[in-house]
């Protein structure tokens, strides 16, 4: 028998347990024994639940337990997880997170420690959900060379960007909106600011490069500053706007970052809608690849974690050496040395300001709406240290979006 133990039986752990639960016969076939959950950590009673005598308060009970061979966090947050995962490591336990935070935070070092005590820290659902973009790029495509690895990570902000895109709302209005359906959160600054994003294309440029990526040099923009005109423009010129975690990989370097993106038709990412996530793979050998699903739910990211489990159930006497990444820092290149083509809003259409604009970015495209005492240019490819230095020398800028225009 293989016995579980849950650290918090929120949405993602009572998950972890239904899905063992309910697809113990066929887990047990794939693994060649029986899974079961034997302890769960709350600080919750649960009295007259089916699960009320597996439930314990304190951490020792799990740590100092020789029968418990997997510790399941979902927890979140970063302390006390840190603090009992590591401990469970030490311990010579595997241990398997859908803590994407403790992952960027701690994860060169947890990874280290099971390195050492040649047990496995896995973390497939911290990212993508059900989508296994952390197994993908680690075995599926372990023989690439990375040159991209893009994704609408947040199903959050793409659901309000989607409402804003094909029903005309507002930032407030679809926020409001993903708030009463349990989208987002009461305090919905991680999603739409970003950092969310964020700390997922840190986790998945680590494991590309086999170097760890702070996921604090990674220049990140949210999207509560886009509003209706940028998505009638983006609808003007047949394009949408999607929040991107994008990260790039040339001659050893990483540039990486999260902002609000206009996307035309043909790119892979531009039919990701709603809440569900996307994400495109670039490699030297592999070309263009698109992973998509649901990228979180208590279910989706419950079979991500068992998923993990019976990972480890074919490992369970061996570290696995290939996966995660190792001490070595990889330096993020500075938003002002990575290059894009920018979509830019100014005030007002005096031709002489017009002629003005069009002379400091050649060859740039015009965009103008009916009715709208504004005017757009799309530039061409531009470093953005320069791009921001021309703008410099330019008055009444609304606001820029960077794009990926063919």
């Excluded at 790029?137 to 040159?147: D, N």
């Excluded at 804003?164 to 409001?176: C, I, P």
């Amino acid at each position: 028998m293989f016995n579980i133990a849950i650290l918090g039986f929120g949405t993602v752990g009572s998950g972890v347990y239904e899905v063992i639960k309910e697809n113990n016969t066929l887990l047990k076939k794939k693994t060649g024994e029986g899974i079961a959950v034997k302890k769960i950590l709350d600080i919750r009673e649960f009295p007259g639940s089916e699960w009320e005598s597996l439930v314990v308060h304190d951490i020792k009970e799990i740590i100092e337990d020789n029968d418990i061979d997997v510790v399941v966090e979902t927890m979140g947050g970063t302390s006390p997880a840190f603090e009992f995962v590591r401990d469970a490591l030490l311990s010579g336990k595997h241990v398997t997170t859908s803590n994407k935070a403790l992952v960027a935070a701690h994860g060169t070092e947890l990874l280290k420690i099971a390195r050492e005590k040649n047990v496995n820290f896995f973390f497939e659902a911290s990212v993508g959900g059900g989508i296994p973009i952390i197994r993908t790029i680690t075995e599926s495509y372990a023989g690439e060379h990375f040159k991209e690895i893009t994704g609408i990570l947040n199903g959050t902000t793409n659901y309000i960007l989607t409402k804003m895109d094909t029903e005309g709302e507002d930032f407030e209005k679809a926020l409001s909106t993903a708030q009463e359906l349990g989208y987002a959160e009461r305090n919905p600054e991680a999603d739409v600011e970003g950092y969310d994003t964020c700390i997922k294309i840190a986790i998945l440029a680590s494991l590309a490069t086999g170097k760890e990526v702070n996921f604090e040099e990674i220049h990140t923009e949210g999207i509560t500053k886009i509003d209706t005109t940028d998505f009638e423009y983006a609808k003007h010129m047949k394009l949408s706007i999607k929040l991107f975690g994008d990260s790039k990989f040339e001659d050893g370097k990483v540039f990486a970052f999260v902002a609000p993106v206009m996307v035309e038709r043909d790119h892979p990412l531009y039919m990701v809608n709603d809440v569900f996530n996307g994400i495109m793979v670039e490699g030297n050998m592999l070309g263009k690849s698109m992973l998509y699903g649901s990228g979180a739910g208590k279910l989706p990211t419950a079979s991500a974690v068992v998923a993990d489990i019976v990972a480890i159930t074919k490992n369970k006497d061996k570290n696995v050496a290939t996966f995660g990444w190792g001490d070595e820092k990889q330096n993020v290149v500075d938003m002002n040395e990575t290059s894009h083509k920018y979509f830019v809003r100014f005030k007002g259409r005096d031709a002489k300001f017009i002629d003005k604009c069009k002379e400091t970015f050649k060859n740039a495209k015009e965009v103008y709406l009916d009715g709208k005492d504004e005017f757009a240019l799309v530039t061409d490819l531009m470093k953005e240290r320069d791009f921001l230095a021309a703008l410099n020398n330019l008055g009444d800028v609304i606001k820029y979006i960077r794009t990926k225009i063919a």
